[in-house]
């Protein structure tokens, strides 16, 4: 276990819901959230991931342009000012999506190319990144993955940092935003985001550190020790200040429901395999998002397994974070079964850094009971904790949520 400050994620007890999917923009999304505020607090929500805030060229936000300009495809700054003090008033935290490796220019420099920022943060072709050569480039060489779509803009300056924290103070302090899921963080250095979160203090911080796992002929290899280490890695450059998505969990997670291969999710040490099993309070763990699933789907999770899915983030250490499509779809059972599982979590007060004991692995069925109080059974395969004479305060358990291949049980309360 690592010791550090800063926001990460949170008080360890959060519970986040990523209200916006990749079409969210065509649904005036704002508005439409207002209409869910309460739904989402009853459900047990502490936290809402939203999309970019800001003007951008593309509708979802990603390719941001006026930072300061936060009427979007997705509503008015008024309706966003609107929307985050509802979620407020029902202690809901808000996470702004905040995109700083790229920048879009509003217009042609005097050497033809996209490289004339406008708006209140007027750069110009000094503060993109030299090995950006289609847009005139004339700062540092780029420190991190180049993002090709756009002008990626160059940390190493301190002006330029400077200009990024005062914006990100007025997310917070004017607008009202909590905390902060910074994109494509392979592209920048961990310190500049530890210089973020420090000059900004959010309630919560965590970044998408995206890499591939490792695959052997399109099948994933056992081992993803080094891919998750990565993870950590990063974390670690930011001093511990950020978490971030767990996406070793998640691919671990989908090979093993998809291919009946529950073996895989115990690591040789005989802990979760995923960022969850090396550093608990600084893994966001999640199923889908914007990008793997949604209308994108680069990397979606098997449809029908969806609830095992969840069976098993809403139990596990971690902070989870739930999709927006998936709180919302009928099919398949799928939100009454998160709405049980949040319940479970709540009641049973599982959080980041709870304890995993493993009791079952073997291709068709993985079994565990979280801090003496919870168990979880995934598979096809047969496992119970009253046959296996587990009991809380000396009491069997009793089911509290099941479905398709998955079943949670809790001690009596």
Not at 18 to 33: P, T
Not at 138 to 148: E, L, S
Not at 261 to 277: A, F, H, K, N, T
């Amino acid at each position: 276990m690592r010791a550090a400050a800063g926001a990460g994620s949170g008080s360890g007890s959060e519970i986040l819901l990523q209200a916006f999917n990749w079409e969210s923009h065509r649904q005036k999304l704002y508005k439409q959230l207002m209409g869910r505020v309460k739904d989402i607090s009853d459900a047990g929500f502490t936290g809402v991931w939203m999309p970019p805030p800001s003007d951008s060229v593309s509708p979802q936000g990603y390719l941001p342009r006026d930072l300061y300009s936060l009427d979007s495809a997705y509503g008015s700054e008024a309706e966003l000012r609107e929307l985050i003090a509802a979620f407020h008033q029902n202690n809901i935290k808000v996470i702004a999506d905040i995109v700083v490796n790229h920048r879009c220019a509003n217009s042609q420099g005097s050497d033809g190319k996209w490289n004339k920022f406008g708006g209140r943060l007027a750069w110009d072709a000094s503060a993109i990144c030299s090995n950006n050569p289609s847009f005139g480039g004339r700062g540092n060489p780029k420190q991190g993955d180049d993002y090709a779509a756009a002008p990626n803009i160059d940390h190493s300056q301190e002006r330029i940092r400077n200009d990024i924290v005062q914006w990100m103070k007025y997310l917070r302090n004017s607008i009202g935003f909590d905390g902060w899921r910074f994109d494509f963080v392979r592209g920048y250095l961990g310190s500049y985001c530890k210089q973020y979160i420090d000059e900004t203090v959010p309630a919560m911080a965590f970044g998408e550190y995206w890499d591939s796992c490792e695959y052997t002929d399109g099948v994933l290899n056992y081992n993803q020790d080094a891919h998750r280490q990565r993870t950590v890695n990063w974390c670690d450059s930011t001093g511990g200040t950020s978490a971030a998505f767990d996406f070793t969990t998640k691919g671990i997670l989908q090979e093993a429901v998809g291919r009946r291969e529950y073996w895989r999710l115990v690591d040789s040490q005989g802990r979760p395999p995923g960022v969850m099993g090396m550093w608990p309070s600084r893994a966001i763990t999640f199923i889908d998002n914007h990008d793997t699933g949604s209308t994108l789907n680069h990397w979606p999770f098997p449809s029908r397994n969806l609830p095992e899915g969840y069976a098993y983030i809403l139990t596990h250490p971690g902070t989870p974070c739930v999709f927006y499509d998936h709180f919302y779809q009928e099919e398949n059972n799928l939100r009454k079964i998160i709405l049980d599982l949040l319940k479970v979590r709540r009641r049973n007060g599982l959080n980041a850094r709870s304890k995993v004991v493993m009791k079952k692995s073997a291709a068709d069925v993985y079994a565990a009971m979280i801090d003496d109080k919870v168990a979880v059974k995934l598979g096809p395969g047969d496992w119970s904790p009253n046959q296996s004479g587990i009991k809380v305060n000396g009491k069997e358990l009793k089911v509290a949520a099941s479905g398709f291949q998955f079943a949670v049980w809790e001690g009596q309360h």
